[in-house]
């Protein structure tokens, strides 16, 4: 639209749009300002109260009662404003005053124009802080080096949690990666398979400690007079058994708490593996038939070999996922019934006992774990460049 | 090349070339019922949960609800009121509106021109520093929370919304970028060619022509960054802190999970809460969805 009409009428927009670029800095600028402040939402309002006359409705504002509700929406249009209007008007501008440049610098610079914040961004959130975490893992605080750090991983309790993290990594991903096999293989074979996906698929949209929740709930337990209102407990004790306290029995809590995992991530296995069987060329499925290839055979000699490289994906992908996992152990028991793993020892080393420098070694070690899988997409990414 | 494809099996997926008819029979239908049923369980167990009375909740399994769906007395919304007020839910859910328009709409368009410059503007080191981008997509988070966290309480945008944006906007940029450049560098070359001479700068290219034919993949991966964002925890706790006022949908949840850590009504009421925008997204975008986790996932 703005582009358009620079060109019906030049002289007009040539005052115009940076008049307005002017006023919409000015207003992000603002924006942030009142955003940086916690209490921005209310202050603002409160200024407008007074304005208005309404002093009593400043006053409770500021004190943290009144219109607090109506603060929040006027902070959150503010925000979603400066957050997306800003990054815009970022780009439109700079990218236009380079434009108005010599072509010969213009060309020079404007590649940095599109690629500068990216970069700017990665560097700042990603490579610094990755680079500054080893460092801080290897040097005491008065920068000496130092392998304390990671000497302290052969402790017996910090063997737990790495054995923890292991049966996390074959359990979580192995149980995701076969159950969305076979369901994607079990439910290509009937008609409404749509309907019957959306069912397995729902929990993704679900958040870990949301599932958490929803888990914690079939688990729970009560004393054994009382009446038990957990679904598996309530079974239990139908069927004649003693209610378990699931949470905090261990080792079975640490497959609990992978249960939890499974039923979400099944789902998107399910769904990358179903798009992949069928994209199985049928002349491969007709062929084995003819040679007399039974139905699982033709489905674990034929589709599974087919789609290997899927399988691939889908199982680093969660294995990466399920390294890192943090959520259901943070929220359901904390890790203090010998179920604690490495991303959520890091945590606790963080922000309760304070130790920077083994919550760096912590978090380097699932770095180091994840490098295979780093190397691997460099292959492959390197490959397609020399075939394109 | 491999474009195509998924169009072609998407018309003829109905029918599966390798399923024979006697084996559409009762076993895999009773089967697949009730792999569909036990998945449902838990999810159908909180939402009966949080609108049964309170009294009954601690007496009673919600099983039982359903099987006497008429009884007097059974069926509240009480619970909904009391988490979204006094709970805190209310507020923490236009903060998580706050948090995620912003870091979902950030990453997408500094990740799109990016991508385009990666794509289709020549300069030096390119190559290597796409590489570098690949590199950073399988990087964990935790390796950037401590030197994050001393950043921001030097720059005091510790407990800010806009250190939350800057910091999802960090994590998502790789797999942002990566995901656009896929897309955006398989655009026809033709078109880059003929713009270039009718005299289209840089940015009128960028803006007139690759964001409209770019809007499946910036919306697959919008659904995937709002998912991620909106669902975070780990982020949400490290960088906005523990005060109330900034509590997001999965803070929110926690804390009630501490302060009321048994009162079953209030905590399925506060979980379907933080579902329920992620579960309408699902609904009404299905199609979308699941080509946003489809897209989230191919690193290869």
Known sequence: ?388 | MSAPAPAVTRHTAPVSPWRPALLRSLPVRISVFVICFLWTIPTLGLLVTSIRNPEQISSTGWWTALLNPFGANQWTLSNYQQVIGSGGMGAAFLNSLIVTIPSTVIPITIAAFAAYAFAWIPFRGRGILFTVVVGLLVVPIQMSLIPILKLYSGASLYGTFVGVWLAHTGFGLPLAIFLLYTFISQLPRDLFESAAIDGATHLQTFIRIVLPLSIPALGAFAIFQFLWVWNDLLVALVILGPSTDLRVMPTALYALLGSRGGQWQLLTAGAFITMLLPLLVFLLLQRAFVRGILAGSVKS
């Open chain 1, 1 to 388: 639209m703005a582009v358009g009409e620079r060109t019906a009428n030049p002289p007009l927009s040539r005052f115009l749009l940076p008049i307005l670029g002017v006023v919409a800095l000015g207003l992000c600028i603002g924006g942030v300002i009142i955003l940086i402040n916690p209490h921005g939402g209310q202050n603002l309002l409160a200024a407008l109260y007074d304005a208005l006359g309404n002093s009593s409705g400043a006053t409770d504002l500021r004190n943290g009662h009144g219109d607090q509700l109506l603060a929040k929406v006027i902070l959150a249009v503010i925000a979603v404003g400066v957050g997306v209007g800003g990054i815009w008007l970022l780009y439109l501008g700079v990218g236009g005053m380079v434009g108005m440049l010599r072509p010969a610098w213009r060309d020079r610079i404007l590649p940095w124009v599109f690629v500068g914040p990216a970069l700017v961004l990665l560097a700042t959130f990603l490579v610094y802080p990755g680079i500054a975490t080893v460092a801080r893992s290897l040097f005491d605080g008065q920068g000496h080096f130092t392998l304390d750090n990671y000497a302290v991983m052969t402790s017996p309790e910090m063997v737990e949690i790495l054995r923890n993290n292991v049966i996390w990594l074959i359990a979580a991903t192995g149980g995701s990666v076969i159950l969305g096999l076979v369901i994607a293989g079990l439910f290509d074979r009937i008609r409404r398979e749509a309907l019957a996906k959306t069912f397995i698929f729902l929990p993704l949209a679900i958040s870990l400690i949301g599932a958490s929740v929803i888990w914690g709930f079939m688990y729970a337990w009560e004393p054994a007079e009382q009446p038990q209102i957990g679904l598996l407990n309530a079974i239990i004790v139908a069927a004649g058994g003693q209610a378990i306290p699931f949470f905090t029995t261990s080792p079975l809590n640490i497959g609990a708490e992978i249960v939890i995992m499974v039923w979400l991530q099944t789902g998107f296995a399910m769904v990358v593996l179903s798009a992949a069987i069928k994209g199985v060329s049928t002349e491969i499925i007709e062929a084995a038939r003819l040679d007399g290839a039974n139905e699982p055979q033709l489905f674990f000699r034929v589709i599974v070999p087919s789609i290997r490289g899927s399988i691939v994906t889908v199982t680093t992908t969660i294995a990466i996922a399920t390294l890192k996992i943090f959520d259901i152990i943070y929220v359901t028991t904390g890790g203090r019934f010998h179920d604690d793993v490495v991303a959520n020892r890091m945590f606790h080393e963080m922000f309760q006992f304070f130790n920077d420098g083994r919550a760096a070694a912590l978090a380097s070690l699932l770095f180091v774990a994840v490098l295979p899988v780093m190397y691997l997409n460099l292959r492959n990414f390197r490959r397609q460049q020399v075939e394109a």
